[in-house]
T-cell receptor, first 118, second 114 residues
Framework: DVKVTQSSRYLVKRTGEKVFLECVQDMDHENMFWYRQDPGLGLRLIYFSYDVKMKEKGDIPEGYSVSREKKERFSLILESASTNQTSMYLC?????????????????FGPGTRLLVL | AQSVTQPDIHITVSEGASLELRCNYSYGATPYLFWYVQSPGQGLQLLLKYFSGDTLVQGIKGFEAEFKRSQSSFNLRKPSVHWSDAAEYFCAVHGSGNTGKLIFGQGTTLQVKP
């Protein structure tokens, strides 16, 4: 089974702190994703990465950065946490390559990190 | 641009009753479509997916979904709901290109009455 793990289930931070959320997958997936989930808004893509050291902005990248130094690990960084970044953060991974090949489109999700910024 | 709409934010059904969750998509070509379920406090689990072929797709936990191109819909169904099905359900469509990006609907919360 694919396993995607996230470093923390719950996190409480203060405004202005630098926050690191870690995600690790064990399926040798090329693609990794960070979403935030808020009630009534569904999942919104923050950043994604399709290879080591490669990253692309998603729909809501402001206030966030990412790092992918190793294939299995994708980190989300809140440079200076703010209260409006209180949310559920979900990491996902999938195979890379052409659509329709190897099930590239199917994303596997971690359990999520619920972040509270005070 | 691709988009997904789940018209029902919240649905309540009685245990043992049938269920249908609606999903409408907007996509120019043949879409790749997904349903995910999220139990309280958990990540998302894939229920089923449609890539091509038979328009009626079977998934895990007794769920099925039917792709209807003429209606741009991919509704999720279950003939008899169990209390453990109470969760949030997300429909998603694969975005354009080869990035592997998914576009999610807003989600439908299912409550099951005893």
């Amino acid at each position: 089974d694919v396993k995607v793990t996230q470093s923390s289930r719950y996190l409480v931070k203060r405004t202005g702190e630098k926050v690191f959320l870690e995600c690790v997958q064990d399926m040798d997936h090329e693609n990794m994703f960070w979403y935030r989930q808020d009630p009534g808004l569904g999942l919104r893509l923050i950043y994604f990465s399709y290879d080591v050291k490669m990253k692309e902005k998603g729909d809501i990248p402001e206030g966030y950065s990412v790092s992918r130094e190793k294939k299995e690990r994708f980190s989300l960084i809140l440079e200076s946490a703010s209260t409006n970044q209180t949310s559920m953060y979900l990491c996902a991974s999938s195979f890379g390559g052409l659509a329709g090949v190897r099930g590239v489109e199917t994303q596997y999700f971690g359990p999520g990190t619920r972040l509270l910024v005070l | 641009a691709q988009s997904v709409t789940q018209p029902d934010i919240h649905i309540t059904v009685s245990e043992g009753a049938s269920l249908e969750l609606r999903c409408n998509y907007s996509y120019g070509a043949t879409p790749y479509l997904f349903w995910y379920v999220q139990s309280p406090g958990q990540g998302l689990q894939l229920l089923l997916k449609y890539f091509s072929g038979d328009t009626l797709v079977q998934g895990i936990k007794g769920f099925e979904a039917e792709f209807k191109r003429s209606q741009s819909s991919f509704n999720l169904r279950k003939p008899s709901v169990h209390w453990s099905d109470a969760a949030e359900y997300f429909c998603a469509v694969h975005g354009s290109g080869n990035t592997g990006k998914l576009i999610f609907g807003q989600g439908t919360t299912l409550q099951v009455k005893p």
